[in-house]
């Protein structure tokens, strides 16, 4: 999408979807081709220690070739529950819908259906001496494990993506990955929820979104259920007024949680990074790592980009960030004013979050690794500001000069 205008074709388009999804035409067809085209079924799946995990697959009807497995494991629910009722759509988008696999999706040990005790961001054991040490890299080899054997028609490669507290499980999958694990793709992982994830912005607590996030998340789940529960009520749309309120941080449990969420417990138990927080820091142990991995990050999401890249590096960088000039924001049409400024505006040059990205990118690659990055109609404002660089500029559908591509090693490569 070119953020420096705006042409009819979007808008009729734009306000095409947005009738569709208001009157559920969109969502309709995209189920009743699911339905149309897979064969829902619903497993129990034994780990090591006997625990069963909740599992919903779905299997394409065309059994002319075989499929690989997309698996996606989630402590926010697999539903619809019931063989009978599908998804409305299937994958990461409609074209993995429409190209064909075995989508499997999984409530993770403890959540929802599933049995067994759940624990936020659990621990990773590097020494396992037997089936009771579980973590959820072991609940990942089982479960794949168990597909192979069970699941027909699979072509034995299995693929793992997951987004926000889903890309924690995908992180934790890839390591000690089973053999079938092909590839993976964390996005906007957690990856340390004390250093620069959620909760913690290098180590101050993040107020509004614990309370919030554990307020209904958090909540105990004595036995399997396929209902996620109620929302808090705050009983104002005053949010800082309520915090204000609230008073000293004693009151959370003494006015409204009584005790009973566990992991906010947790937090006000382990106010420094203790042996707790280092625990549940996944990174030490993302090593030796088999799978491809493709690893997807936001300027604006909670982790603030510390899960996908802290300590990472990449063989392949690619970013679209903002890139707005000042002048082009001044005359930008009024349905734009209605996104915040931050995910357009980048500067008087629309280059202030490409500099930022040269400044840091070479920590980040790996030897031989490349950085790509889209910069709008800005081509000539970065070579002027940057003239020992030697940017390429492959050619795509919209033309060149949109989007280049830098090599660690090239001479010229900016650093900070």
Same mark, same amino acid.
């Given at each position: ?289 088999? $799978? ?47 996104? $915040? ?76």
């Amino acid at each position: 999408m070119r953020r420096d205008g705006v042409t009819a074709r979007r808008t009729l388009g734009t306000a095409a979807i947005a009738v569709a999804l208001a009157t559920g035409t969109l969502g309709g067809q995209a189920q009743d081709y699911v339905r149309a085209n897979y064969t829902k079924f619903e497993y129990r799946i034994p780990m090591r220690d006997g625990v069963k995990l909740f599992t919903a697959v779905y299997v394409p009807k065309d059994e002319g070739q075989r499929y690989p497995i997309l698996l996606t494991r989630t402590p926010y629910s697999v539903a619809p529950y019931g063989a009978d009722a599908y998804k409305a759509s299937l994958g990461p988008s409609d074209r993995f819908t429409r190209d064909g696999y075995i989508f499997v999706y999984q409530d993770v040990r403890g959540r929802m259906m599933s049995e067994g005790e759940f624990a936020d961001v659990r621990p990773h054991l590097a020494v396992k001496s037997g089936p009771a040490d579980i973590d959820e890299s072991t609940d990942t080899y089982d479960t794949i494990e168990w597909l192979l054997k069970n699941v027909p028609n699979h072509n034995g490669r299995v693929g793992l993506y997951g987004i926000s507290y889903p890309g924690f499980y995908t992180s934790a999958g890839m390591i000690d990955a089973h053999p079938a694990l092909k590839a993976a793709s964390p996005q906007a992982p957690i990856a340390d929820w004390f250093v620069g994830d959620d909760f913690h912005h290098n180590g101050a607590l993040y107020l509004p979104h614990a309370f919030s996030f554990f307020s209904g998340f958090g909540r105990p789940r004595p036995k399997p259920t396929t209902s996620s529960g109620s929302r808090f009520n705050f009983g104002t749309e005053d949010g800082y007024q309520f915090y204000l309120n609230l008073g000293p941080m004693t009151n959370a449990n003494a006015r409204h949680f009584k005790g009973e969420i566990a992991f906010w417990n947790d937090l006000m138990a382990h106010e420094t990074y203790d042996a707790f927080w280092q625990a549940r820091n996944l990174r030490p142990h993302l090593k030796n790592i088999k $799978p491809a991995v493709l690893t997807v990050g936001g300027w604006f999401d909670a982790e603030d980009l510390f899960g996908a890249l802290e300590g990472r590096t990449y063989d392949l960088i690619v970013s679209n960030p903002p890139y707005v000039t000042a002048a082009a924001m001044r005359r930008l049409p009024q349905e734009y004013r209605r996104e $915040p400024e931050l995910a357009l505006a980048s500067g008087r040059d629309g280059l202030a979050h490409t500099r930022a990205i040269l400044a840091q990118a070479k920590r980040h690659l790996n030897p031989g690794g490349l950085l790509v990055v889209e910069i709008g109609h800005n081509r000539k404002a970065l070579e002027r500001a940057y003239p020992r660089a030697p940017f390429a500029w492959p050619e795509l559908s919209a033309g060149a000069g949109f989007v280049f591509v830098l090599r660690r090693e090239d001479a010229g490569f900016p650093e900070a």
